[in-house]
């Protein structure tokens, strides 16, 4: 077998340096108004949400990497006083209500209201409905996670980061069965060329995160969950979906399944395919799932991935 190449070097975030994973990922005009705007200039932002309009994913998630960047809130709100008229403003206000209340530096309320504020001016638009689900996520209910959810597939029905989300949200249950349902009937139900073909492989990473992850022996633990014939079952066919399909540049998220799928392979102990999964991740790590076994997600990805070469 041929070797693979060199591992690339790391491509790290702006914001901060270090070894943190650049939730921008690929997306190299949103990395940069996300910069800007961090330094109060929310034109770029203005610009960039003006041309991702109706590409619902990518709006979702370009919305909430701007929504993390220091003092967004700030700045969103002073694009909407300058602005009162726009939905783009009202949906980067509500994103960022709702990452400063996930962070505890904004009230739970207060991020409701610019939620319900944005879906009203823009109700055809499933990005506030996102930030509901990702505030439910974090200091809500699950019944108030999936009226979110809903809201966001009524409006999307293959909403990416949605799905995920609402995978962690029942991962949380001590009943296994209704995430599996979800995760399989989401993916079957899905169009083939969908990436939520690999959301059951999301959805056992968020069981072992709920359940097993975050121990002194999570590591061993890891390997066992994706050894039983039921892990076998659906990264086989996650892995059969991407060999068919993965190729496909241009979904946002799309370093997002890679990561789950080649933690998946790495964990199964299928070295020779997790190498060629982590030469197409290349340096677009992403923190989930790699931090689920508690520790710190690049440490935990290079290691794999140095296991995986040498095997190789």
């Avoid at 702006?14 to 921008?24: C, V």
Wanted: glycine share 8%; net charge neutral; with cysteine.
């Amino acid at each position: 077998m041929t070797p693979p190449p060199p591992p690339p070097s790391f491509r790290l975030s702006r914001r901060g340096g270090g070894n943190a994973p650049d939730a921008a990922l690929d997306d190299t005009d949103l990395a940069a108004a996300r910069d800007a705007l961090a330094q109060g200039r929310w034109g770029d932002s203005r610009t960039l949400l003006a041309h991702t309009r109706e590409d619902w994913d990518r709006r979702g998630h370009r919305l909430v990497v701007l929504a993390d960047s220091p003092g967004s809130l700030a700045w969103a709100r002073e694009w909407q006083q300058t602005e009162p008229d726009s939905g783009d403003a009202a949906a980067l206000a509500a994103c960022a209500a709702v990452s400063a209340a996930v962070r505890g530096r904004e009230r739970p309320e207060n991020a409701r209201q610019a939620v319900e504020d944005a879906a009203a001016r823009t109700p055809a638009d499933p990005s506030p409905w996102l930030a509901s689900l990702l505030l439910a996520r974090h200091t809500g209910t699950p019944d108030e996670a999936r009226r979110a959810f809903h809201e966001v597939t009524v409006r999307h029905r293959e909403h990416h980061h949605a799905h995920h989300l609402m995978a962690a949200v029942l991962a949380e249950s001590p009943d296994p069965h209704t995430l599996y349902e979800f995760a399989h009937g989401s993916a079957s139900h899905a169009p083939a060329d969908s990436p939520l073909a690999l959301l059951p492989v999301v959805a056992h990473a968020e069981r072992f995160r709920a359940h097993r992850g975050g121990t002194r022996t999570a590591d061993r633990a890891a390997g066992e969950h994706w050894t039983g014939r039921h892990a076998a079952h659906l990264v086989r066919s996650a892995f059969d979906w991407w060999l068919e399909w993965g190729g496909e540049e241009g979904h946002p998220r799309r370093a997002v399944d890679l990561n789950f799928l080649a933690y998946a392979k790495f964990h199964e102990g299928r070295l020779a395919e997790a190498a060629a999964l982590f030469q197409r991740v290349g340096s677009l790590v992403t923190p989930a799932p790699w931090s689920y076994t508690g520790r710190d997600a690049h440490k935990a990805f290079r290691a794999a991935r140095a296991t995986a070469y040498g095997s190789a």
